[in-house]
């Protein structure tokens, strides 16, 4: 089966940077992807790794080692806003559909 | 324009009733999706359709039953509503199956 963990909870404060880790099991590899997600919205696509090494957008930066099966997620000057919830997903064995990881908490204080 | 949309986007019924989820998504993907999320935030994958045809159904109880008329529509319908039930139902689509998965804004389903 395919199955992906992730930390529950990451409690960080405005300008500081927070890494996310997800460690996966999959048999086939097609790629990490990260999502985000506000209470009470949808989640949105953040970033996509199919090779190995860092992929950066502005302040978010994603990372993958396909021999570990672990990526992170690396958020740099936090903000208050980027309280969400952050989600690691790996398609499934067919290629039809995206599994997603339990979810990480941030908080982000001031 | 919303890429995808979805409706009601609140439904509050009684156990035993039947509801309908509407979704339909403008961004020409030829891939549609149901998810449910559940009150500990886990999203978890229902049903694929490629170009109309089903392509996941996730060990889902028969008394849930989409249908997508068209590439752009994947409605759901759901029978004999039970207490556990009660989740955000999230519609997703992509350009291919497992791609960028683009929601709409869910439907938090409540049944009392």
């Known amino acids: 089966g395919q199955s992906l963990e992730q930390p529950s909870e990451v409690t960080a404060v405005e300008g500081a940077i927070v890494q996310i880790n997800c460690t996966y099991q999959?048999?086939?590899?097609?790629?990490l992807s990260w999502y985000q997600q506000h209470d009470g919205g949808a989640p949105t696509f953040l970033s996509y790794?199919?090779?190995?090494g860092l992929e950066e957008t502005g302040r978010f930066s994603s990372f993958l080692s396909r021999s570990d099966s672990y990526g992170y997620l690396l958020l740099q000057e936090l903000q208050m806003k980027d309280s969400a919830s952050y989600f690691c997903?790996?398609?499934?064995?067919?290629?039809?559909?995206?599994?997603f990881g339990k979810g990480t908490t941030l908080s982000v204080s001031s | 324009d919303t890429a995808v949309s979805q409706t009601p986007k609140y439904l509050v019924t009684q156990m035993g009733n039947d509801k309908s989820i509407k979704c339909e998504q403008n961004?020409?993907?030829?891939?549609m999706y149901w998810y449910k999320q559940d009150s500990k935030k886990f999203l978890k994958i229902m049903f694929s359709?490629?170009?109309?045809?089903?392509?996941i159904n996730e060990t889902v109880p028969n008394r849930f039953s989409p249908k997508s008329p068209d590439k752009a529509h994947l409605n759901l319908h759901i029978n004999s509503l039970e207490l556990g039930d009660s989740a955000v139902y999230f519609c997703?689509?992509?350009?291919?199956?497992?791609?960028?998965?683009?929601f709409g804004e869910g439907s938090r389903l409540t049944v009392l």
């Open positions: 999959t048999s086939g590899f097609y790629g």
């Open positions: 359709y490629n170009n109309k045809e089903l392509i």
């Open positions: 997903a790996v398609p499934n064995q067919a290629g039809t559909a995206l599994i």
């Open positions: 790794n199919a090779l190995d």
């Open positions: 997703a689509s992509s350009p291919s199956p497992a791609g960028e998965l683009f």
């Open positions: 961004l020409g993907h030829d891939t």
